[in-house]
């Protein structure tokens, strides 16, 4: 995903001379083609972030297209204040660019594993928040946030990274993209964590659960319509987010479903259980240990439709249960409504 | 209108918008306006007909919290409605009691949080540098704001990019919100340390307008590329101007009512410059 940012934007400076880049001395190797290519758009502020976001505001009010980068917690929320009072407030033309969301670093430490920072970029007003799925996903939305006015946050994970979209894709800030139809579960997913949804999705229709899957690459704005249709269509919505279950992703979903009347889906968020980890390990290690996994996915949607049945089965459901399901969890379930 | 008779208006608004609103800062909004004043009348190049014109002259005022001075200055030099400063404070007004550049013609930009004003000061110099445009920033900076990390990011970053079209101003009334600067966190030898970060410092008294006239010039028709930014540690008086003001830490919040507001009053009225007809 880095990658893949960094050839995007080397593309736009060509084209755009006020276009910059500003890296809080982060992107060794990354970063310096663009840099010897393009030594006047391209700034090294030096470990110092929050003066970096100010000067980036600075730079923005008067015109500039301005990306800052760093890692993980570093361009989000040890200058938070600069994004919220110079960026947000003022409107300007500021992409926040981290790399190594969620657990991509997990080798580094809990300084490093940015876990939190969804829910709070999308708390502050006038910013756009991004987690592109995969490097398709994400060479859209480097060029859709620099023709997005305003304060952008974009949220990448690992250095190179591969499509997990088969073929095109048709990408919009603030629309989901479909990649599999399912009449039973939706999966939304947001950021890098796709790759384990969209295991999990499959691993599920080929129980014979019907399983749809989502990537929203936009959090915020969120794509209402695509989670009211869910809520409609489906028995199940699961949120899945490398990311803090407390006000992230699946919080955003669970505030829109708050405002629809009416019986519709279920919602289950996959998240981290509001902990920091002091372990460390590799991304699929740490996504196992914290339980956001496609197999832990799959268990929490079995247990999920196995306890909705338990408690509101009748012969019908269960009938209806056992058609969908072939799956050995669920098949000594005995409905409550049959003793 | 010259410096002399901005000044005084600016005080006299900083007085009455702080008695009406029942607001705070009135010993910065004092200490200030002398260095707001000559900015305004003296050195700044601005039209208040057209406030967006790219040729300005930038000012930040990162000292957010003495902001009325700024709209005080703004208003009588034309940029809005001097009716308006009496909605300071008020519900539903844009005058909030941290400088704010919404809907205000004139405010570059909005601060009140300390420690912001000199990166984004840094920004828009780097942005005019980049592009060759002849227009300097100015950022006005409190002394106890000088504790915030993030000022002294900024002046590294200002010195390694050569910022020489990015002036700071301190108003160096030697206290803080609580007490003295000194007794806080000490920041001495101050000016050394901003001669280390390797900036042009001048030292001036920040009540003489003659002095901050003359050093803002001299600064002003700075425009070697390679220079240094320059840094003007403005000498002045928390309260400045009102005897039981000056140098009294009581007046970093307290508003003026009553009899202190007549006394203030009348202590302006006794310095009032000849040339204001009342």
């Known amino acids: 995903m880095r990658d893949t940012f960094i050839r995007i934007l080397e593309d736009i400076a060509k084209e755009d001379q006020n276009l910059i880049l500003i890296t809080g001395d982060l992107g060794f190797g990354v970063l310096k083609n663009y840099w010897d290519t393009y030594p006047e758009q391209f700034i090294n502020a030096g470990i110092a972030e929050q003066n970096m976001t100010g000067l980036a505001a600075g730079m923005a009010i008067e015109g500039k297209t301005v990306f800052t980068y760093s890692i993980g917690n570093f361009p989000t929320i040890r200058c938070l204040e600069q994004i919220r009072n110079d960026a947000a407030y003022h409107n300007a033309n500021v992409k926040v660019v981290a790399v190594g969301g969620g657990f991509a670093y997990g080798s580094l430490g809990m300084s490093h594993h940015a876990t939190e920072d969804i829910a709070i970029m999308r708390a502050l007003p006038n910013v756009t928040v991004l987690a592109p799925g995969d490097i398709k996903e994400t060479e859209e939305a480097v060029k859709a946030i620099y023709k997005w006015p305003g304060t952008c946050y974009l949220r990448l994970g690992r250095g190179g990274g591969k499509p997990i979209h088969e073929g095109a894709i048709d990408f919009k800030i603030g629309k989901a993209i479909k990649l599999l139809e399912g009449e039973t579960v939706a999966i939304f997913s947001t950021g890098e964590i796709l790759e384990e949804a969209k295991k999990g999705a499959t691993l599920l229709n080929n129980m014979g659960v019907s399983t749809g899957l989502f990537s929203f690459p936009t959090v915020k704005p969120i794509d209402y319509e695509t989670i009211i249709q869910s809520a409609n269509n489906v028995d199940l919505i699961i949120t899945v987010e490398e990311h803090n279950i407390i006000g992230g992703f699946g919080s955003a979903v669970a505030e829109v479903l708050a405002g629809v009347q009416g019986n519709h889906a279920q919602l289950i968020r996959i998240g981290l259980d509001d902990k920091y980890s002091s372990i460390v390990g590799s991304q699929e290690y740490l996504r196992d240990c914290y339980g956001i996994s496609a197999q832990q996915i799959v268990d929490k949607v079995i247990n999920t439709l196995k306890s909705r049945y338990s408690i509101n089965g009748t012969k019908e459901d269960m009938h209806y249960y056992n058609g969908i399901f072939n799956h050995e969890s669920i098949c000594d379930l005995e409905p409550r409504g049959t003793k | ?278």
């Open chain 2, 1 to 278: 209108m010259n410096s002399e008779e901005l000044a005084w208006k600016i005080k006299r608004h900083g007085v009455d918008m702080t008695h009406i609103s029942k607001g705070s800062h009135i010993g910065a909004i004092l200490s200030v306006a002398d260095i707001i004043a000559v900015l305004y009348s003296d050195i700044l190049n601005y039209d208040p007909k057209n406030p967006n014109d790219d040729k300005r002259d930038r000012v930040i005022l990162s000292k957010g919290h003495a902001g009325a001075a700024l709209y005080a200055a703004l208003a009588e030099c034309g940029f809005f409605d001097v009716a308006e400063l009496k909605t300071h404070y008020a519900n539903g007004s844009r005058l909030s009691g941290h400088i704010s550049h919404k809907g205000v013609p004139g405010v570059e930009f909005s601060t009140g949080s300390l420690g912001h004003g000199l990166s984004v000061g840094a920004g828009m110099a780097l942005a005019a540098k980049k592009d060759n445009k002849a227009h300097r920033v100015y950022v006005i900076l409190g002394d106890g704001e000088c504790d915030e990390g993030s000022i002294w990011e900024a002046a590294l970053f200002a010195n390694h990019f050569k910022l020489f079209n990015l002036t700071v101003i301190i108003d160096h009334n030697k206290m803080q919100s609580l007490t003295f600067c000194e007794d806080t966190i000490s920041k001495s030898p101050f000016a050394d340390k901003w001669r280390a970060f390797g900036w042009n410092v001048i030292e001036v008294d920040g009540h003489n307008h003659s002095s901050l006239k003359e050093s803002l010039q001299i600064n002003s028709q700075n425009k070697k590329e390679q220079e240094a930014p320059t840094c003007i540690i403005a000498h002045t008086i928390k309260g400045k101007g009102i005897s039981f003001m000056e140098n009294n830490i009581l007046w970093h919040y307290r508003t003026p009512q009553g009899e202190e507001y007549e006394a203030a009053l009348r202590e302006l009225e006794a310095i009032k410059p000849c040339e204001i007809l009342s």
